[in-house]
């Protein structure tokens, strides 16, 4: 484990592998989350959880680092507490299975209740997260790693809860630093919405793209 300097001060720790050990709490607080948003227990039984809760959270507390962006390689260089596809972060979807094949980049994700907007439906705040990472990955992967100064998002149609989704992206045009780029979310094989961004290239960003492209 080795941990490393950003240019904005920030320390990145190196971790070899996604902790076994923490991804597993992250997955029971998804349930607890679950589990607060759907439950009608009474009075008593809210008050014993929230003292287990509680315990559970002074226990974690023992043991605590200042350091919150954990890197490991094998997860394709993204902090495992990402807000979208950090595994050990029990508020990410998470986004899943993301892949880079021909240019494309395509992951999965399934909202949970957590993420309920209208009724039954993903919110939309959420949907244009997921469908914004997944932009940044596809930059990533084909340029360099680059920050988003603009984001569309169409809603075509409902994007539902509990269901599994495909998100795919992809880069149209690199234009010096500027890169533009569209993604969609798609259900059932029918697109719910779609995304056009432009991302900027921020040198210091850790890369992972697979091919260094001239920006000049
Ligand atoms: C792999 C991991 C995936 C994760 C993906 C996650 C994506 C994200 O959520 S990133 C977080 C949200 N975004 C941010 O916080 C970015 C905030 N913005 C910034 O910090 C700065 O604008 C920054 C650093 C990106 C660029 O600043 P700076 O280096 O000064 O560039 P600047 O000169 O202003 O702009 C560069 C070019 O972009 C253009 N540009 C900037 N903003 C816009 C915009 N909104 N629309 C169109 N063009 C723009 C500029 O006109 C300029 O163009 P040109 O080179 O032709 O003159």
Redesign the pocket.
Known sequence: MSVSPQSDGREIRLVPNVPVGTKLVADRVRDVIDACIHTDSPAADLEAAAQLIEQATQLLRKRSRDTSLQVTRSNGG?SINNAIEGPCNPVAPPLTDLAYVDGETSGCVTFPTAAEGPPGRAHGGLVAAVL??AL??AV?WTVA?A????ITVDYRAATPLHQPLCVTARVVSVD???VFAEAEIRYDGQITAVAKA?M?V?AGLPS?APTAVSLD
């Open positions: 993204i914004d990472h940044g990955r990533a790693a920050m988003t100064v603009s010096g630093r500027k432009i900027i921020v992972i």
